[in-house]
C-alpha cells in the first residue's frame, strides 16, 4: 500500500526534524522542504524514507513549480505543516526594519499562501480532502499583549499566518486545519537570543524539546488520519 505523505516546510529545522522522524513511525513519510542545508534535508530524507525538495517560500514562481510537481506525482500528498519562518530579528518595535518585517512576511503569509492555494486547487481537490498545521508561537499572546517584546516582525507575520489559515478554513470547509502555538524551543531560532537569558530559561524548564512539539502535532494529525 502506498504511503501517504506531509510536506513539511522549514522541514530540515528542529522541530520539522522530530515531526518527520514521527511521522514514519504511522502511517505517512515526510518530503522535507528546505532553502539552504541541503546535506541536512537530505540526509533527514533518506533517515525518513523521505524526499528533499529545496524551496525557497519567497520566490513565488518556485512555489508554483514545487506545487506542480506535486499535482503531477503518484503520491498521496495527506496534507502540509508550514513551519518555515524567517531568521528572528531582536529589536524593539520602534526599530524594526523594512527588510525584517517583509521577510517575515514573505516567508510566513505570501509563500505559505501562495503554496496552500496551488495545493488546494491542483492536489487536495482531488480528494476534497486535506490536512493543513500552522506552527505559530506561544509568543504571539493575545491579540491585547503580545507574550514577548522584540520579535515584533515575527509576532506580526504569526498573526498574519493565523490570519490566512482562518480564511483558508472558512473558504474550504473540508480541509482540516490545525494550529499550534510552540513556547521556547530548543531549535536553532533560539541563537537570536542572549545565552545568558536562554541558560535562566532553561534551568526553570521553560524551553521545550522539539520532539514534544512534534508529538503534539502528530496527535493532531492522526485524529484526521483515518477518515
Known sequence: MQKKTFLITGGSGGIGSALAHKLIKTSYTSLIVYKSNREKAEDLAR??????????????????RVVDNLA???????????????????????????QDM???????????????????????????????????????????????????????????????????????????????????TETGMLEAFDERFLESLRSSGQISSPDVVGQEIVDRITLFGDR
Open 102 to 184: 517583509e521577510n517575515q512576511w514573505r516567508v510566513n503569509v505570501l509563500g505559505h499562501q501562495r503554496l496552500l492555494a496551488g495545493l488546494v486547487r491542483k492536489v487536495f481537490s482531488k480528494r476534497k480532502q486535506g490536512i493543513v498545521v500552522g506552527i505559530l508561537s506561544d509568543a504571539m499572546g493575545t491579540t491585547e499583549k503580545a507574550n514577548l517584546t522584540s520579535l515584533g516582525a515575527y509576532i506580526t507575520a504569526k498573526y498574519g499566518l493565523q490570519g490566512l489559515l482562518a480564511v483558508l478554513k472558512a473558504e474550504h470547509r473540508w480541509l482540516d486545519v490545525i494550529t499550534v502555538s510552540p513556547n521556547f
Open 47 to 64: 533517515a525518513v524514507d523521505g524526499e528533499a525538495i529545496e524551496l525557497n517560500l519567497i520566490d513565488l514562481n518556485a512555489v508554483d
Open 72 to 98: 503531477a506525482s503518484d503520491a498521496v500528498l495527506a496534507g502540509v505543516v508550514l513551519g518555515a519562518s524567517a531568521p528572528l530579528k531582536i529589536t524593539s518595535f520602534g526599530h524594526i526594519s523594512e
